[in-house]
């Protein structure tokens, strides 16, 4: 596609269940970013993919937090035993190594209840 | 690492005047990158304009323009003649040099654009 597509849009899940956040980057982009944007906040960054791997995870909040990238193309963000603090807008975002801009997907709303 | 703060949780505008939104930053590196960012309802991020640190000149996109004030750390984004389609909620944004690119944001401003 034309742009950087995130699914679902959104996702309320039960405290305690895995959820799985998926982005498609656009094609041929090498770099791939993952972000959280709680509700007053600003993004905070989560993990950063040069295509297969992630040399950049720092800033995974705790290790119920996981990411992968298959092919150089689609990321997944998982969590697990999702907590209500986790509720929050993940955006994710690719580059092409060329220029300096960032392209971000529409985010997933994720709800803990 | 990086930090940006923006003192300015909302602010608004008339239609065709003119708006400053506030950004302070801190930073140890010689070489990064200041954004501005905005983002609408619909939750995509667009980037509005970017200002390299090394460069002294402001940085201009049509009705966007920077002051970029390097000594005392600060990157406002001007809004000449306010459009309806404006109303968002704006991010500043850091990045260092080097190959990662991610983003350091600050907390955003919402700005409200009255007719």
């Known amino acids: 596609g034309a742009g950087v597509s995130q699914s679902p849009s959104n996702k309320v899940t039960e405290k305690g269940k895995d959820v799985e956040l998926r982005c498609d980057p656009i094609s041929g982009h090498t770099a791939l970013y993952w972000y959280r944007q709680s509700l007053g906040q600003g993004l905070e960054f989560l993990i950063y993919?040069?295509?297969?791997?992630?040399?950049?995870k720092s800033g995974l909040p705790s290790d119920r937090f996981s990411a992968e990238r298959t092919g150089g193309s689609v990321s997944t963000l998982t969590i697990q035993r999702t907590q209500q603090e986790d509720s929050a807008v993940y955006l994710c975002?690719?580059?092409?190594?060329?220029?300096?801009?960032?392209?971000f997907g529409p985010g997933t709303r994720l709800t803990v209840l | 690492a990086q930090t940006v703060t923006q003192s300015q949780p909302e602010m608004s505008v008339q239609e065709a005047e003119t708006v400053t939104l506030s950004c302070t930053y801190d930073?140890?590196?010689?070489?990064?990158?200041l954004f501005w960012y905005k983002q609408p309802p619909s939750r995509q991020m667009i980037l509005v304009i970017r200002?390299?640190?090394?460069?002294?000149q402001n940085a201009t996109e049509n009705r966007f323009s920077v002051n970029f004030q390097k000594a005392a750390k600060s990157f406002s984004l001007k809004i000449s003649d306010s459009q309806l389609g404006d109303a968002a909620m704006y991010f500043c944004a850091c990045r260092r040099g080097g190959s990662n690119y991610k983003l350091t944001f600050g907390k955003g401003t919402l700005l409200t654009v009255n007719p």
């Open positions: 993919f040069q295509g297969n791997s992630a040399p950049d």
């Open positions: 930073t140890s590196e010689s070489d990064y990158y």
């Open positions: 975002a690719c580059f092409s190594g060329r220029g300096d801009e960032q392209f």
């Open positions: 200002q390299e640190a090394y460069k002294q």
